[in-house]
């Protein structure tokens, strides 16, 4: 089993900055692909971000050039850097890996992440 535990969120003002990490532990022999989802009350679950092994990225059209991923894959972590964040990112923020050799999907617990106007 892999257990992945989040950090880093909180209550910021609109135009202000959080940074989500998110570690992974447990029965781990290599990740694949690390990243964030995150729902909205009354939303479905929805990408926000990955990174794959090599670095390679993805983002939902609605945060490139506002948040960053990346990941130390010496720490099995990954990490999102959430600058000038609005209302509308207000969610919960969960943590999600895929594992080798099996390509298993993890998700993590949710971390609330809320943007005052």
């Known amino acids: 089993q892999v257990q992945l535990v989040e950090s880093g969120g909180g209550l910021v003002q609109a135009g202000g900055s959080l940074r989500l990490s998110c570690a992974a532990s447990?029965?781990?022999?290599?990740?694949?692909?690390m990243g964030w989802y995150r729902q909205a009350p009354g939303n479905q679950r929805e990408l926000v971000a990955t990174?794959?092994?090599?670095?390679?990225?993805n983002y939902a059209d609605s945060v490139k050039g506002r948040f960053t991923i990346s990941r130390a894959n010496a720490k099995n972590t990954v990490y999102l850097q959430m600058n000038s964040l609005k209302p509308d990112d207000t969610a919960v923020y969960y943590c999600?890996?895929?594992?080798?050799?099996?390509?298993?999907?993890?998700w993590g617990q949710g971390t609330q992440v809320t943007v005052s106007s």
């Open positions: 447990g029965s781990i022999i290599s990740i694949n692909v």
């Open positions: 990174i794959a092994t090599g670095g390679t990225t």
């Open positions: 999600w890996v895929i594992t080798r050799p099996y390509n298993s999907n993890y």
